[in-house]
């Protein structure tokens, strides 16, 4: 199972997710991004957009964040 596997996210959980964007025509391409606090939502759909080319760029990593951050 290789990283780009990843597609299941607790729901309503906090993440820490890296992700990459491999669009080769877009200025952050093979850039890797950190989200310190990515929401799963319903756990399904769970994408990081890029800002720039508005791909959705490949989760590499996604870690269970411990303890889950305080929301107001
Ligand atoms: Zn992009």
Redesign the pocket.
């Known amino acids: 199972m290789s990283a780009s596997d990843i597609t299941a996210f607790e729901p309503a959980m906090y993440y820490e997710v890296t992700a990459r ?1 491999n ?1 080769p025509s ?4 093979e850039q890797v991004f950190t989200v310190e606090q990515f929401y799963s939502n319903a756990g399904t759909n769970c994408f990081v957009q ?6 959705h ?1 490949e989760i590499l990593t996604a870690t269970l964040l411990d303890p889950q951050p305080e929301v107001s």
């Not at 877009?26 to 391409?29: D, T």
């Not at 890029?50 to 791909?55: A, S, T």
Request: include cysteine.
């Open positions: 964007d669009n877009c200025v952050n391409f890029c800002g720039k080319c508005r791909q760029m």
